[in-house]
C-alpha cells in the first residue's frame, strides 16, 4: 500500500483565495482525520470521519473550514477564504477501526498563506 | 478525561548514551499508549504500542517504552542513542469511549550530539 496520500506538498496562496487540500486514506481504513501543526499550538485534531460521515468537527476553528468526505478514498479540506493564520502543516491521517492500531499519517501539506 | 503530557520539550543527550522520553497519562478505563516519530518536514510515524501484556514493548529503530501503571507512565527509552534519532517525538493515548480518537502530547524535541 502507498499509504496515506495528501496533496499538494506545498501550497502558497494569498490571502482571501480559496484553498483545497486533498488526501487519500489507506484502503480499508474505516477512520480519517485531519489535524493541523504549528509551533504554537502544536498538533491539532481539526474533524475526524468514520465510513465517510463526519464524527467530530469541535476541532475546526472557524466557519471558514470545512470537510468533506464523498467516498471512502477521498476526502478534501477547504478553507474559504484563506487568512495567514492558517499558514501550518496539516496532516492527514487514516485508522481501522478499534483503535489498537494506531494512525497512519501522510506526509503533510505545507500552507503559506501571504 | 483522557490526556497524556510531555513534561520535556526538549531532551539533549550525547550519541552513545541512553535516551529517556519521558510520557505520563490519564485514563479512566484501560490505557492503550502510542509513540509517534516525526522527522523534519515529515508526517508522524508509528514507533510502538502499548496495549496489554509485557509492560516493556519493543518497537522499530531500537526504541522501547516501559509501561508503569502505578506512576501512570510511558516512558520511551533507547540504550544507545543515534545522532538520527534527533527528531520530535509524541506520546498519544486512545480515548475510553470513542476507540478511534486519540490525545497527543505537545511533542519532545530530541537532539543527539555526535
Known amino acids: 500500500d502507498a499509504g496515506v496520500i495528501q496533496s499538494p506538498r506545498h501550497e502558497v496562496t494569498e490571502m482571501g483565495q480559496e484553498v483545497t487540500l486533498r488526501c487519500k486514506p489507506i484502503s480499508g481504513h474505516d477512520y480519517l482525520f485531519w489535524y493541523r501543526q504549528t509551533m504554537m499550538r502544536g498538533l491539532e485534531l481539526l474533524i475526524y470521519?468514520?465510513?465517510?460521515?463526519?464524527?467530530?468537527d469541535s476541532g475546526m476553528p472557524e466557519d471558514r473550514f470545512s470537510a468533506k468526505m464523498p467516498n471512502a478514498s477521498f476526502s478534501t479540506l477547504k478553507i474559504q477564504p484563506s487568512e495567514p493564520r492558517d499558514s501550518a502543516v496539516y496532516f492527514c491521517?487514516?485508522?481501522?477501526?478499534?483503535?489498537?492500531?494506531?494512525?497512519?499519517f501522510g506526509s503533510g501539506t505545507r500552507l503559506t498563506v501571504v | 478525561a483522557q490526556s497524556v503530557a510531555q513534561p520535556e520539550d526538549q531532551v539533549n543527550v550525547a550519541e552513545g548514551n541512553p535516551l529517556t522520553v519521558k510520557c505520563t497519562y490519564s485514563?479512566?478505563?484501560?490505557?492503550?499508549l502510542f509513540w509517534y516519530v516525526q522527522y523534519p518536514n515529515r508526517g508522524l510515524q508509528f514507533l510502538l504500542k502499548?496495549?496489554?501484556?509485557?509492560?516493556l514493548v519493543k518497537g522499530s529503530y531500537g526504541f522501547e517504552a516501559e509501561f508503569n501503571k502505578s506512576q501512570t507512565s510511558f516512558h520511551l527509552k533507547k540504550p544507545s542513542a543515534l545522532v538520527s534519532d534527533s527528531a520530535l517525538y509524541f506520546c498519544a493515548v486512545r480515548d475510553d469511549f470513542n476507540f478511534n480518537k486519540f490525545y497527543f502530547g505537545s511533542g519532545t524535541k530530541l537532539n543527539v550530539k555526535p
Open positions: 485514563v479512566s478505563g484501560n490505557p492503550y
Open positions: 470521519f468514520n465510513n465517510n460521515v463526519p464524527i467530530d
Open positions: 502499548y496495549i496489554t501484556g509485557d509492560n
Open positions: 491521517a487514516s485508522d481501522r477501526a478499534g483503535g489498537a492500531y494506531g494512525y497512519t
